[in-house]
């Protein structure tokens, strides 16, 4: 079965700081992959995406990822955070095709210190 | 509307009682799913439709949970019984038909069972 795993749970950093969020996902087809970040007391919204093409995808607000296929990542990164960016991120992936359902990890907290 | 909708915001019940929460996707969104994120549990999926194809249920948790999608369109979520561990934030999504789509969130359902 699809698997996501997401392996920091809570971050916190000074803004500035580096950022990279781990995610490694178990399914051995085509796949696409997500980014979402929630906001506090906003809805769910799409960071990145990878669906094909170039491994390394940019996003919104200055995030990437980068998928590796030989490693089922799909990590995260933000060269400099800032206190804007704490937030809930999680990781998801699908099948590629009409019946692939999402599945999500766990889930990141990121918490940026001003 | 432009983007998903789902009602009520929040929902009180006592346990026992049965509740619908109620989504309207986006117009033209063949895809629909339901989630529900609890505390520190990350996003739970529950169901999947996709367009006339049988739905994905493999992630409801019981039988007291059960959805439909009417007319392709307005999905409703059930549960019966409510139970204490049924409180949670009850997210749906849609997506347009496609190889590669990505799905988007509305703001979900808080529900809370005393």
């Known amino acids: 079965a699809q698997s996501v795993s997401q392996h920091n749970h809570h971050v916190i950093l000074s803004e500035a700081a580096s950022l990279e969020l781990g995610c490694n996902y178990s399914?051995?087809?085509?796949?696409?992959l997500f980014w979402y970040v929630q906001y506090p007391g906003q809805h769910l919204q799409l960071l990145l995406k990878?669906?094909?093409?170039?491994?390394l995808v940019k996003g919104i607000k200055g995030f990437e990822a980068e998928f590796i296929k030989s490693k089922f990542s799909f990590n995260l990164r933000k060269p400099s955070v800032q206190w804007s960016d704490t937030a809930e991120y999680f990781c998801a992936v699908n099948k590629r095709g009409n019946t692939g359902k999402l599945i999500f990890g766990q889930g990141t907290t990121l918490q940026v210190k001003p | 509307g432009a983007g998903v909708s789902q009602s009520p915001s929040n929902k009180v019940t006592e346990k026992g009682k049965d509740v619908e929460l109620r989504c309207d996707p986006i117009s033209g969104h063949t895809a629909l799913y339901w989630y529900r994120q609890s505390l520190g549990q990350g996003l739970e999926f529950l169901i999947y439709f996709q367009g006339n194809s049988a739905p994905d249920k493999s992630g409801l948790p019981s039988d007291r949970f059960s959805a439909e999608r009417t007319g392709g369109s307005v999905s409703t979520l059930t549960i019966q019984r409510t139970q204490q561990e049924d409180s949670a934030v009850y997210l749906c999504?849609?997506?347009?038909?496609?190889?590669?789509?990505?799905?988007?969130f509305g703001q979900g359902t808080r529900l809370t069972v005393v």
């Open positions: 399914y051995g087809g085509t796949v696409n």
């Open positions: 999504a849609s997506s347009l038909p496609g190889l590669a789509t990505e799905a988007f």
């Open positions: 990878y669906f094909s093409g170039d491994p």
